[in-house]
C-alpha cells in the first residue's frame, strides 16, 4: 500500500497559476503509475494526466492539454501537476492517484484502474 499526501491547492483568480505536489509515504514510486484526477460537487471523477514513473511517459485529458503539465522527481519522490492559465471550469477537489505499472507502457486513465488514493485537496478558481 502506497500513502499519497497532496499538498498545493487553493484558490486563484482566473488566468492564474497553481502548482499541486503529490509525495509518497513509505516507499518510492519507481514501477507506478501516477494519476491526477479531480471531483467537482456531484460529478464524476475525471481524468486530469498520468506519469509512468519509469519512462516519463503522459497523458492529458483535452481539456486541460496546454495548459497543465504532470511532472515528477526522482530524488524528491514527488509528483507534481503544475495547472496554467486556469478557468472557473478547473475549480474541483484535486486526487493524486497510484497503482503498480505492469505494462511499462500503457498510461491508465481510469480511476477504476488505480487502487491508491490521497485525501485530495481543493483548487478553486474565481471569475
Known amino acids: 500500500q502506497v500513502q499519497l499526501v497532496e499538498s498545493g491547492g487553493g484558490l486563484v483568480q482566473v488566468g492564474g497559476s497553481l502548482r499541486l505536489s503529490c509525495a509518497a509515504s513509505g516507499r518510492t514510486f519507481s514501477g507506478y503509475v501516477m494519476g491526477w484526477f479531480r471531483q467537482a460537487p456531484g460529478k464524476e471523477r475525471d481524468f486530469v494526466a498520468a506519469i509512468l514513473w519509469n519512462s516519463g511517459s503522459t497523458r492529458y485529458a483535452d481539456s486541460v492539454k496546454g495548459r497543465f503539465t504532470i511532472s515528477r522527481d526522482n530524488a524528491k519522490n514527488t509528483v507534481y501537476l503544475q495547472m496554467n492559465s486556469l478557468k472557473p471550469e478547473d475549480t474541483a477537489v484535486y486526487y493524486c492517484?497510484?497503482?503498480?505499472?505492469?505494462?511499462?507502457?500503457?498510461?491508465?486513465?481510469?480511476?477504476?484502474?488505480?487502487?491508491?488514493w490521497g485525501q485530495g485537496t481543493q483548487v478553486t478558481v474565481s471569475s
Open positions: 492517484a497510484a497503482t503498480q505499472d505492469t505494462t511499462g507502457w500503457y498510461v491508465r486513465l481510469s480511476a477504476y484502474e488505480y487502487d491508491n
